[in-house]
């Protein structure tokens, strides 16, 4: 089993900046890839960014590109996402994920954090 707890959600203006944090424990080999999706009422869940626990690979969704970042500290379990230059359109409940395979499909993923709201007011 995979824990998966994350943080950091919370409401801000346009323009500004959250950092979440995800917390794993548990068993190690099935997190290969750590990623972040975010969904919004009535639709699926959305790709945001992976990072890969074995080397530095990143990747983003291109709606994200250039304002978040994902990163991890190996020592403490932890992947956290920086969102910079947050819009209206990025309110949504942010989940972490924990997996394999291919980096931004949901069906890669077999462990999943509780989410945070992320509310972005114009």
């Known amino acids: 089993q995979v824990q998966l707890v994350e943080s950091g959600g919370g409401l801000v203006q346009a323009g500004d900046s959250l950092r979440l944090s995800c917390a794993a424990s548990?068993?190690?080999?099935?997190?290969?890839?750590m990623a972040w999706f975010r969904q919004t009422p009535g639709n699926v869940r959305e790709f945001v960014s992976a990072?890969?626990?074995?080397?530095?690979?990143?990747y983003y969704s291109d709606s994200v590109k250039g304002r978040f970042t994902i990163s991890r500290d190996n020592a403490k379990n932890t992947v956290y996402l920086r969102m910079n230059s947050l819009k209206p359109e990025d309110t949504a409940v942010y989940y972490c994920?924990?997996?394999?395979?291919?980096?931004?499909?949901?069906?890669?993923?077999?462990?999943w954090g509780q989410g945070t709201q992320v509310t972005v007011s114009s």
């Open positions: 990072i890969r626990w074995s080397g530095t690979s990143t």
């Open positions: 548990g068993r190690t080999f099935s997190r290969d890839v």
């Open positions: 994920a924990s997996g394999s395979g291919v980096y931004y499909l949901e069906r890669s993923y077999n462990y």
